[in-house]
């Protein structure tokens, strides 16, 4: 999800221009013709231009795009705006704060895989604009909504592309920066998760999908995480393989950890609910947890106790 000032700047007179012949494009923003290829080549596979060949001439316009169209909206409607403070890891950067409760830049660059020297650097440049405020975590600031749904078009348009790649028809769950849950039918070489690994924990259950982590950087996945991404993939639904696992687990689970992740991920209200839950044995129940009864009949299929 990166761009280059270059190629930024390739953006601006696109959108600007509506529709520009290559060559035009070039000179107008003082690029080798050489060069040319290789950066639309680039900025097609993202989803940000299209070219046509009408006779002898090439042209560049915007594609159809959802993040395409914003990018264009957001240039022409404020076009004094620096869009150098998009360029080189901003995106990514933006990306996992806006999808993440992040409080510390150390926060930042594990969630965005982004060094945290280009971290400082980067958020130093949104403060000074305005772009991310920080509240009990950070946030984009409201001002700047428009770059907040260009971030967030990007970012689904990335993932749906590359699930296609991986499995077609593959349907992305959720996604955060260079990481998203893909559900298939297939089996993947990918790192398995939520429901798909609960047998490593003693708890099979009849699926026809299988759901998995997509990541760049490859990190082993604990129980807090297995349990984690399925509420981050099922919300409130799909309840009972969850709380079986937990409670076949509870002894190795770490409730503090995944308590904290929770908050990160923007599940804590559900975790918090299946914790009141548990500890109470089904006084406190949340609408979408089931009777304590029928939980506990589920349960006993497969637990030795």
């Known amino acids: 999800m990166n761009l280059t000032k270059k190629q930024l700047k390739l953006l601006r007179h696109v959108a600007a221009a509506k529709e520009i012949s ?18 639309l080549k680039d900025l097609e596979s993202k989803g940000f231009t299209k070219t046509e060949k009408k006779g002898n001439t090439k042209t560049v316009s915007m594609a159809d795009t959802q993040h395409a169209s914003l990018l264009r909206k957001l240039i022409l409607d404020q076009p004094h705006l620096n869009l150098d403070v998009l360029s080189g890891k901003a995106l990514s950067i933006l990306a996992a ?19 945290y020297l280009t971290v400082q650097k980067h958020i130093t440049s949104f403060k000074e604009i305005g772009l991310v405020q920080k509240k009990q975590t950070y946030i984009i600031s409201p001002r700047f909504q428009i770059i907040k749904e260009i971030i967030e078009a990007f970012q689904d348009y990335t993932h749906r592309r590359e699930a296609e790649r991986l499995a077609g028809g ?5 996604g955060c920066g260079q990481c998203f849950l893909l559900e298939t039918e297939k089996i993947l070489g990918l790192q398995a998760t939520g429901i798909t690994a609960f047998p490593w924990y003693g708890a099979q259950f009849i699926t ?11 990190k082993k996945l604990t129980l807090e995480d297995h349990l984690l991404y399925h509420v981050i993939s099922e919300k409130t639904s799909n309840t009972l393989p969850l ?18 992740k929770a908050y990160r991920y923007k599940v804590d209200h559900v975790i918090d609910s299946i914790l009141d ?24 299929e497969y637990s030795d106790d």
């Open 22 to 39: 290559v060559m035009e494009l070039a000179h107008a923003t003082g690029t080798h013709p050489t060069y040319m290829p290789r950066a």
């Open 208 to 218: 026809d999908k299988n759901l998995y982590l997509y990541q760049k950087k490859k």
């Open 97 to 115: 704060i806006n999808c993440l409760n992040l409080k510390t830049w150390d926060e930042i660059e594990e969630s965005s895989g982004v060094s």
């Open 243 to 260: 709380l079986i696992t937990w409670r076949l687990n509870r002894n190795k689970l770490d409730e503090e950890k995944l308590s904290e």
């Open 170 to 174: 593959a349907v992305v769950k959720w």
């Open 277 to 300: 839950y548990m500890e109470t044995e089904g006084l406190k129940q949340a609408e979408f947890l089931p009777d304590w009864a029928e939980f506990t009949n589920r349960y006993k």
